[in-house]
C-alpha cells in the first residue's frame, strides 16, 4: 500500500526502513512514515548499477564493486541509512577531491600479527575491505591480527567486515570513528563520533553473533526523521548549545552542521544516573584505537574539511580511522566446540523469560540476518525517495538505473 | 564528622564511598551516608593485613600479596564497593572450598600471541595477574598479546589489569564475566552478568586514559545503597520478575538472589529507545570472549553454586572467565608521538565547552587516579562498617588488625 507523499529529492543521506519489521539500531520507516517502499531489486542489480556509477565517477572496477557489496548489503540488512542512500555523498567526496578513487594504499606490517594501512584518501569500503583481509591473513598465521587504518573515508556498516572473518571462521572487531556529533558527559560541545563498534563470533546451527551498534544513544538519522516529522524528541538524545536537555530535532541538527555546540549524547545520556559516562566512555576508546593510535584524524578534526592548519601536502579529508581485530577462535578449542558454545548460548537467550510486554528475545545479528535471507529471495525494497535520488545520479552518470524485480519478471 | 548509624556487621560486600568525591563508575558515600570514614590507613598497611589474612586461611606469600595489592588499588582508587570490603566473600569462598589458594593453574601457549590459562578454581587476582603478565610478554614479541582464562573466581576491579599493561607502555583491554543479574532486551529473566569492559592507552604529561565500566546500567551495590536508605529506585535501573519497570530495590535484590526473574538492566535501559540493546550487546560480548571462548562457564552458568549437571571431577565452583589484550602501541608509530596523540585528546576534552550546570569535564580514569594520589600521601579512607567487619576477620583469623594512621603517628 504506497502512501501519499512528495519527498524533498536529494542525493543526501535518507534515512528509511522496511516497514513491518523492527528494527535493531537504526530508524524504522514505520516512524518516518513518508514513503512506500513498493519497489524491489535483485542484489546483484544494485550492486552493478552501484558499481557502475563509481566507475563513470573514475573508480577502477574492483574498487567500485567491493564499495557497491558494502553499501549493498546494509540495505539487504535492513540498515538502509547506512546503504546506496549514501551513494549521493560519496559522489561528492570524489568530485569535491577529498575521496580519492584509484589511489595506491600503504600497507606496512610491524610484526607478524599487526598491520597499518595508510588509505590515502581512497574509498572507505576499499580500504576497509582490504585491512580486515590482512587481519584476516595475520590471525591464520598467529592467532590474531589488529589492523589499524589512517586518512580514509566512511567505510559503511561495521558489521560487513566482521562478516568476512566470520566467513573465515573467526571472530572479529571492527570499529571507526566518525564526524563530531556527541558530548562528552558534563559537555557542551560535540567532540565525539556516534563511533560504532561491531563485533562478531562464528555459531554452528544458529545464525552467527554480530553485535553492531553506534555508542551514541540514538543516531543522527533519528534526529532527522523527529525533524521531517515535526515531533519533539524525548529528553535523554541531545543536548543544546548550553549542555542541557533538548527536545526541538531541527534546532540540534542546525547547530551541529555549525558545529555551533550541542548535540547527541553519548549512550545512557545526559548524565551519570543512567550511566552516560559509560557510552562517553566507549565512544572516546573506539576513538583511541581508530584515530590516535592509527595516525589519523581524532575527536573534532575528524571530517574537518575547514581545517587552516593542514601540513604542506596534506589535503582537505575527512581522514577517518578504523580498528580491525580477527582472533582465530580455532586455536582455543576446536571449532565445533566453540561454535556449539556459541549455540548453546543463543539457545539459553531465545528460551529465556520473555518480559510481559514482549513477544521474544533479540540475538544481536539476528533481524538483521533474518531480513537479508528475506531480501536474497523476494528483493530488496528500496524507499521512493531513495530511488528518485538513484535515478537522477544514474541519468547525471549515464548509467541506466537499475531494474525493479517487477519489471525484470515482465 | 562522625554519622551516627548501626551498622549491620557483616563480611558480605559494603558498597560505601568517601564522602566529597564525585564517583565515576559506583555508588557515593554520600547517598549511602550511613557511616563516616575517619579511619585511614597506609596502603602497605591493608595490604600486609589482607595478605596476612589470605596466608592464614592458607594462601602461599605470594598469592596473598597479589590479591591484597589489586584489593586495595580498588579503594585507593575509590572503588571500595571491589575493595577490601570484598574480603569476607573470599574467605567464605576458600572455607567453601571453590576459591583455592595455592592451587597450581595451568598455561597453553596455542601461537607466540595467544595464551588460555586454566586458574583451577584459584584467586582470580592470581590467575588475572599471570594473565596480564603473559599477554603484555606475547606483546612484546608479536606486538599483541591475547590470552583467556578459565575456571576462574571474581578477579577484582578490571582496571587493575589494564593498569599493569600501562607501566609497560602498552594499550590494553581486560573483561570478566560474573554471575547473572543483568536482564537481555525484552527479557525477564538475568541471564547476562555486569561483565565489565576496562581499556586504558598510555599518555605523557596528561594521567593515561582508562575507561574501567560495567555494561549495565548501574552496580547491585546501587541497589543494595537504595534498598538500605528504603529509597525508590529511578525508572530505568531494573526490572521485576515480568520484565516490567520495578522501583523497589529489596524486590529485585531479593528476586536475584533467588533466581525468582527480574533483575537490573543493561546500560541503555529497557527498551531500544535509549539503547537497551547496546549495553545488552556490550553485555554478551564480554562473555563470549570471557567465558565462550575461554572454555569457562557463560550466561547463568556463572556462579551457579547449584549446578548438578557437572561432569565428573568437577567441583561446584563460580567458574568465572576473563579476556585479556596488550598491544604494544610502540610498533604503531614512535611512544612519544603516540603519548602526546593522547595528551592532545585529553586537552581537547578538558578544554572544551561545560554545560551550563556542570563544572568540569572528567577524562576516564582521571578522578580514580586522583583519589589515589591523594589517597597515597593522606592515606586510604575505610568506612566504619568494613573496618568493623575486618575487625572481625582479623580476630578470627588470628592477625593483627590494621592500625590506622592516626595511631601510627601517635
Given at each position: ?78 540498515i538502509s541509512s547506512h546503504g546506496i542512500a549514501r551513494l549521493g555523498r560519496y559522489l ?9 578513487p584509484g589511489v595506491e594504499m600503504r600497507t606496512f606490517s610491524p610484526t607478524e600479527a ?287 538505473p537499475p531494474v525493479t524485480l517487477a519489471q525484470r519478471q515482465h
Amino acid at each position: 500500500m504506497k502512501r501519499q507523499h512528495t519527498p524533498k529529492i536529494t542525493t543526501d543521506l535518507i534515512s528509511c526502513e522496511s516497514p513491518n519489521t523492527e528494527l535493531m539500531h537504526e530508524v524504522m520507516c514505520a516512524q518516518c512514515g513518508r514513503c512506500g517502499r513498493d519497489n524491489k531489486f535483485l542484489r546483484e542489480d544494485l550492486e552493478m548499477f552501484t558499481a557502475g556509477v563509481l566507475e563513470a565517477h573514475g573508480a577502477p572496477r574492483e574498487e567500485a564493486l567491493t564499495t557497491a557489496r558494502v553499501l549493498v548489503q546494509a540495505d539487504s540488512r535492513g540498515i538502509s541509512s547506512h546503504g546506496i542512500a549514501r551513494l549521493g555523498r560519496y559522489l561528492k567526496g570524489i568530485e569535491a577531491g577529498y575521496i580519492r578513487p584509484g589511489v595506491e594504499m600503504r600497507t606496512f606490517s610491524p610484526t607478524e600479527a599487526l598491520g597499518v594501512i595508510d588509505a590515502h584518501h581512497g574509498l572507505g569500503q576499499v580500504a576497509g575491505e582490504q585491512a580486515m583481509e590482512l587481519a584476516i591473513a595475520k590471525a591464520k598465521k598467529t592467532g590474531v591480527g589488529v589492523v589499524t587504518v589512517r586518512n580514509s573515508n566512511h567505510y559503511g556498516i561495521a558489521g560487513y567486515y566482521v562478516q568476512k572473518a566470520l566467513e573465515h571462521g573467526m571472530a572479529a572487531f571492527s570499529m571507526t570513528n566518525s564526524a563530531p556529533l556527541v558530548i562528552p558527559t558534563n559537555g557542551a560541545e560535540a567532540l565525539l563520533g556516534t563511533n560504532p563498534i561491531a563485533f562478531g563470533i562464528p555459531a554452528d546451527k544458529q545464525r552467527p553473533v554480530l553485535v553492531d551498534m553506534a555508542t551514541s544513544v540514538v543516531p543522527r538519522g533519528k534526529l532527522e526523521v523527529y525533524d521531517r516529522n515535526r515531533q519533539q524528541m524525548p529528553v535523554g538524545w541531545a543536548v543544546d548549545e548550553f549542555g542541557y536537555d533538548a527536545q526541538n530535532p531541527g534546532r540540534i541538527l542546525q547547530n551541529l552542521l555549525e558545529r555551533a555546540g550541542g548535540g547527541i549524547l553519548p549512550l545512557g545520556g545526559r548524565t551519570e544516573e543512567f550511566g552516560g559516562h559509560k557510552g562517553y566512555g566507549l565512544a572516546l576508546m573506539v576513538d583511541m584505537l581508530c584515530g590516535v593510535l592509527s595516525g589519523s584524524a581524532f575527536g573534532s578534526d575528524v571530517n574537518n574539511l575547514n581545517r587552516t592548519d593542514l601540513p604542506q601536502g596534506e589535503i582537505q579529508a575527512p581522514r577517518v580511522g578504523h580498528f580491525f581485530l580477527a582472533l582465530d577462535v580455532e586455536r582455543f578449542m576446536p571449532a565445533s566446540e566453540l561454535r556449539s558454545r556459541v549455540d548453546a548460548y543463543v539457545e539459553m537467550l531465545k528460551s529465556s523469560k520473555v518480559a510481559l510486554d514482549r513477544e521474544m528475545i533479540f540475538v544481536h545479528g539476528e533481524k538483521e540476518q533474518v531480513r537479508a535471507e528475506l531480501h536474497e529471495k523476494d528483493g530488496i525494497p528500496i524507499a521512493d525517495n531513495v530511488l528518485n535520488a538513484l535515478r537522477q545520479i544514474a541519468e547525471k552518470s549515464k548509467v541506466k538505473p537499475p531494474v525493479t524485480l517487477a519489471q525484470r519478471q515482465h
